[in-house]
């Protein structure tokens, strides 16, 4: 498709388990970003990437949060021991560059319920 | 620490009338202001303010800078049911990196037919 892709659309799990979220990304885009929504909040920033390499990870909240992105494209945000406080929206987004436009090219994000 | 505040949180109004979006960036070292529309789930880009004064215009909708104040308007004149979305303020976190963005709350539009 023409935009950025997420998986899984909904992701219920339960305490403690491990969950994966899968971002794939515009073609060509070299910077990618992970954000997280809570309800009535607006995004987060977690983690950006320019390439594979993670060039600012600032907003993880703690080491449960691990995100990659070997080959410069789809990228995947690994949490471990989920917690209930973990329950949001996860939205990737991408973009050429950082640049000067601004435009982050979002997904429809995952819902991650953490019963 | 950085902030965004939007104003007002939420806001219900008519087919046609025109409405006034607020938001007000506290930061160490302004460098830019974003809008985003959040009609479901994916935000949408609007416009990006880096120079005081100047207005972006995007059809029905115009966005303006008030770099003294850190302050920024987004204006919808002759509002459509389909103008009903979330409305996102965003600037890049001091220290960090450009895509780093803060975001507001946001301000709920709802338009009435």
């Known amino acids: 498709g023409a935009g950025v892709s997420q998986t899984p659309s909904n992701k219920v799990t339960e305490k403690g388990k491990y969950v994966e979220l899968r971002c794939d990304p515009i073609?060509?885009?070299?910077?990618l970003y992970w954000y997280r929504q809570s309800l009535g909040q607006g995004p987060e920033f977690l983690i950006y990437f320019q390439g594979t390499g993670a060039a600012d990870d600032s907003g993880l909240p703690n080491d449960r949060f691990f995100a990659v992105r070997p080959e410069g494209s789809v990228s995947t945000l690994k949490i471990q021991r989920t917690e209930r406080g973990d329950s949001a929206v996860y939205l990737c987004a991408s973009s050429l560059s950082l640049g000067d436009s601004g435009e982050l090219f979002f997904g429809e994000g995952s819902r991650l319920t953490v019963l | 620490e950085d902030k965004v505040v939007q104003s007002p949180l939420s806001l219900v109004v008519h087919e046609g009338d025109t409405v006034t979006l607020n938001c007000s960036y506290e930061v160490t070292n302004f460098r830019s202001l974003l809008w985003y529309k959040q009609e479901k789930k994916a935000p949408t880009f609007l416009f990006m303010l880096t120079s005081s004064g100047i207005e972006k215009k995007s059809g029905r909708l115009s966005s303006i800078l008030d770099k003294k104040e850190l302050s920024s308007i987004l204006n919808i004149t002759a509002t459509q049911t389909g103008d009903s979305a979330i409305y996102l303020c965003?600037?890049?976190?001091?220290?960090?990196?450009?895509?780093?963005?803060?975001f507001g709350k946001g301000t709920k539009l709802s338009v009435k037919p």
């Open positions: 965003a600037g890049p976190s001091y220290g960090g990196s450009q895509g780093n963005l803060i």
């Open positions: 073609s060509g885009h070299t910077a």
